[in-house]
């Protein structure tokens, strides 16, 4: 027994000892961003579904006030492999067949506009069958069949772009080789070229003095509106090379910079690639792809529309988009010239406007000789009731859908928006207060769905997709959530550096009015058509339980070829489905020689390279 009693405080020590070593080794061995993976799930109560299926579903409300029903439908870089890499035990290649992989070849697309190629927006064929192009029809949407399978070429001397916020005032030049603009508006400092950069000076055709000069310009016209508070959402109708949204960035505003793919050579191209939100699109016979009461502010300086065209259906067109209360700025030379050309145009508009109840708060010209006049869109139908002709016409009673895929667009006064009660939407609660207020047309029996899907993306982003996965985020400037719902993804990301292109599917249930009552902006698209932008004008792509759906209706290889298409080199795909889908995606990604990471059978992530198939490849 003594020998015993002797011996046994040894024995305990080298047992505690062994147990530490044993402890220090299993946390020590443990990778830094799977555990922060690990710690999410585990997080999460037992019942809980947040991570491990899609967000929470949509309350789809039987009533017409619901908006949230079903819509109508110069060296290269270094390589980059396709060798999916595995993330310690908490990260698995996905069990697809790569046979695949050896099936699917690729062409490079070719032509005299292959670098730029956007198919729904370049098909000459189409175009050359128009019967008129008196209201620009030649520069909306005509859509191949089948679509284009082709790679699109990269520029010569592409190199991986500035980052933010550099890049808001100097682009490599070869990543965007289009001078013609320097040339062409060399007088108004829209854009100029040094080196192997283009420059943004900040000016425009109407920024004589530069674009915080008419900013402010128009702070003093009209004190009302006031940047980053109640004014946060904006569009800007014929942006040039997008210095007026550039610039209100700053002042916490997002503006929706928009312009056709016309003469004014990459305009749009030019904003995207500064890190500037941007779409390709017209006010031409077809309706905008955003919601009714959408925008806080419309801009227009020299847009170059002609808003009393086809019997004013063009400004009718900013009626529909534009919150009651919400103003239109229109800074153009009939507003300040006074010969008889620019007097006929003046008068019609103060036609049209009077006719649609809009008021003329300000009119008023600067020290540069350069006017400006603000309208503002009524919040009651009291003008429309007293008005002497009803010219034009009130629209039928508002319906359930905010349908505007391939609409043409209406000779009609959209209706005020209203709850399911018949009260008037109020304006929303002011920046950034708005970001996680009830918006004002969200159903009330949706209300529940929507907070608990804010928490599901707050969770989501902050534990597993911002330092979890193999993202560098600080490449990241242009996001687009494919799949947006809520808006829940980009609400999450809100204190990041970057911004999201939310989108609504035209067969997703129709939540894009509140993704603006947010405070954020997005679109209607299919896809199973191309996206309205150029190659290479995205930095990240998300996809969040969409892509059972879409595939459905198209080839998994259409939706891949045209991320890839979207997509920068060195960009990023992340994709949360099913590994059914997953195992589908993943040797199409490995086929255009992407890398891919597979985290949990539920996350894929894809990064894009450099490569394109070399001339030997069919």
Known sequence: MDFITHRKYPFIVALLLLLLTVV????????????????????QPQNATVSLSPPPPLIRDADTSSTATNQNAAAAPPLITNETTDQNDNSSNAVGDDAAFDLIKWDVCTGPMAVDYI??????????????????????????????????????????????????????????????????????????????????????????????????FIEKTLPKIKWGKNIRVILDVGCGVASFGGYLLDRDVITMSLAPKDEHEAQIQFALERGIPAILSVIGTQKLTFPDDAYDL????????????????????????????GFFIWSATPVYRHDDR??????????????????????????????????????????????????????DQKNNLNSSWYVPLSNCISR???????????????????????????????????????????????????????????????????NAIYGGFAAALIDQ?????????????????????????????????????????????????????????CDTADVAVEMDRILRPGGYVLVHDTLEMINKLKPVL????????????????????FWRPTGGET
Not at 507 to 524: E, K, N, Q, V
């Open 416 to 482: 005020l928006p209203t709850d399911s009660k018949g009260n008037l939407h109020s304006w929303p609660a002011p920046w950034p207060q708005r970001l996680s207020s009830k918006p004002p047309s969200l159903p009330p029996d949706s209300e529940e769905a929507f907070n608990k899907d804010t928490t599901h993306w707050y969770a989501l982003v902050s534990d597993v997709y911002v330092g979890g996965l193999a993202i560098n985020w600080s490449s990241v400037r242009n996001v687009m959530d494919m």
């Open 24 to 43: 220090v080794f299993l946390l020590t061995s443990t990778d830094t961003d799977t555990s922060t993976i690990v710690s999410y799930f585990q997080a």
């Open 119 to 216: 198919p729904c927006l370049d098909n000459v064929e189409a175009v050359k069958k128009l019967p008129s192009i008196r209201h620009m029809e030649h520069r909306e949407r005509h859509c191949p069949s089948p679509s284009p399978r082709c790679l699109v070429p990269l520029p010569v001397g592409y190199k991986l772009p500035v980052l933010w916020p550099k890049s808001k005032d100097m682009i490599w030049y070869n990543n965007v080789p289009h001078p013609k603009l320097v040339e062409y508006k060399k007088d108004q400092n829209w854009v100029r070229k040094s080196g192997d950069f283009f420059v943004f000076p900040g000016g425009g055709t109407q920024f004589k003095e530069g674009v915080s000069h008419y900013v402010g």
């Open 590 to 609: 490995h086929s255009l020689q992407w890398s891919t990471n597979i985290y949990h059978d539920q996350f894929l992530v894809g990064k894009k390279g």
């Open 298 to 325: 419309i801009h227009c300086a020299r847009c170059r529309v002609h808003w009393d065209a086809q019997g004013g259906k063009p400004l009718l067109e900013l009626n529909r988009i534009l919150r009651p209360g």
């Open 497 to 553: 550096p970057l911004w999201v292109m939310n989108v609504v599917p035209i067969d997703a249930p129709d939540t894009l009015s509140i993704i603006f009552d947010r405070g954020l902006i997005g679109m209607y698209h299919d896809w199973c058509e191309s996206f309205n932008t150029y190659p290479r004008t995205y930095d990240l792509l998300h996809s969040s339980f969409l892509l059972s759906d879409v595939t459905q209706r």
């Open 342 to 395: 620019h007097r006929s145009v003046w008068n019609a508009m103060v036609n049209l406007t009077e006719s649609m109840c809009w008021k003329a708060v300000a009119r008023t010209v600067d020290s540069n000789r350069i006017g400006l006049v603000i309208y503002q869109k009524p919040v009651s139908y009291s003008c429309y009731k007293n008005r002497e002709e009803n010219t034009p016409p009130l629209c």
